[in-house]
């Protein structure tokens, strides 16, 4: 099987209602949607989560990314795709030529992982041959953006998660602190029984103000605080993570293997978010995943927000780790979705078991 053709398409996927959380309100999603083509009429693609307030990625750098791209892709020996070596040689040599851009790589890595499980009639994660024993579905955190935490309905929102089987509950904080502060009490004073997660999106300044915060949730049973302070704020990680017994996750302070060591050195970390996007691909997660098991970091499977198709890459990913969480984007919050094909069944969301990524595109009729 030969490469022939790889192309990027931007697309504005809808969401049913906006998504905000500290950085950002989302009422789309701005994504790319990679396409490769091959010689023997096999077709793989992938979804480059375009995040610029986390990988500094734009539909326009992606596009302008694509000649570039193409012309390391074709190049003798590097369009062969036969195994999953010839995968890792490929982005080996993308990763040489391309800085950065992981989203993009994210993107690219699954149509080519999508094309070999076609090609050899496997769902993607069985081309790993992992170890671990397979599951048939995850169990994802339940998240709760800014908007669904202002909602009237609110405490029957809760009331359906729980009932749905969910065992974790995420609420989006960082807006304001009388704000976090009264939601967790609010929360915890008619479901004392429940496990909460905050993510905070860099939205605490400094770690005076942090502690200010914590200081009056720890008595709450809260399994971990997601990015408190800027990406940038080793010092500030370290020192609050020292003075609180809620344990301290890094999301967007760690990308890839590197920033891995760098903050496990660093000693600011208890968890880390993985998310595809963030380090280029389910090759460099397997990296970070390998350091987390060696160090006994634990680690989770972030989402970035997506359309099936990203939520197809996930669950393949989600297969090859010991994650203690996974966060999921389901079908609900996207009016317009690109492929079906994944099963959710209240709290659980099933493994794809089809060939390649398992899900297959919406052809739309003009």
């Not at 375009?50 to 990625?57: L, P, R, S």
């Not at 074709?74 to 890792?88: A, G, P, V």
């Not at 609010?186 to 605490?204: A, S």
């Amino acid at each position: 099987m030969v490469i022939k053709n790889i192309y990027f398409e931007n697309l504005d996927i809808e969401l049913n209602k906006p998504f905000s959380y500290f950085m950002v309100v989302l009422k789309y999603l701005p994504y790319s949607l990679v396409t490769i083509e091959t010689d023997i009429g096999l077709v793989g693609y992938g979804e480059v989560s375009v995040a610029w307030d986390i990988t500094g990625e734009t539909q326009e750098s992606v596009k302008g990314l694509h000649k570039h791209l193409k012309q390391i892709m074709t190049k003798e020996l590097l369009n062969k795709l036969e195994s999953l070596e010839d995968i890792k040689e490929i982005m080996g040599c993308i990763n040489k030529n391309i800085y950065g851009n992981t989203a993009l790589k994210a993107g690219v890595e699954a149509a080519l992982l999508d094309l070999l499980g076609k090609h050899k009639k496997q769902p993607v994660y069985k081309l790993f041959q992992s170890k671990l024993k397979p599951k048939e579905y995850i169990i994802p955190q339940k998240v709760f953006s800014f908007e669904e935490t202002s909602t009237n309905d609110f405490d029957k929102k809760i009331q359906q998660a729980k009932k749905d089987g969910f065992k974790t509950i995420k609420f989006k904080v960082g807006e304001n602190k009388e704000k976090d502060i009264d939601l967790i009490k609010h929360v915890f004073k008619i479901n004392p029984e429940l496990q909460v997660v905050l993510d905070v999106n860099q939205g605490w300044k400094s770690v005076d103000y942090a502690l200010s915060i914590v200081q009056e949730l720890e008595k709450f049973d809260i399994a971990w605080i997601e990015q408190p302070l800027p990406y940038y704020d080793y010092d500030g990680l370290k020192q609050l993570r020292k003075k609180t017994k809620i344990p301290i996750m890094v999301d967007e302070s760690c990308h890839g293997l590197l920033d891995l060591k760098n903050l496990f050195k660093s000693d600011v970390l208890d968890m880390v978010n993985i998310k595809l996007a963030k380090c280029g691909g389910i090759l460099e997660m397997i990296k970070m995943i390998n350091f987390c098991e060696k160090n006994k970091i634990k680690y989770m499977l972030g989402d970035m927000i997506s359309s099936s198709l990203g939520v197809a890459t996930n669950l393949h990913a989600s297969m090859l780790g010991n994650f203690i969480s996974f966060d999921v984007t389901y079908p609900s919050r996207i009016k317009s979705d690109l492929f079906f094909g994944l099963k959710f069944e209240k709290e659980k969301v099933f493994i794809p078991q089809g060939v390649g990524l398992g899900v297959k595109k919406i052809i739309k009729n003009d």
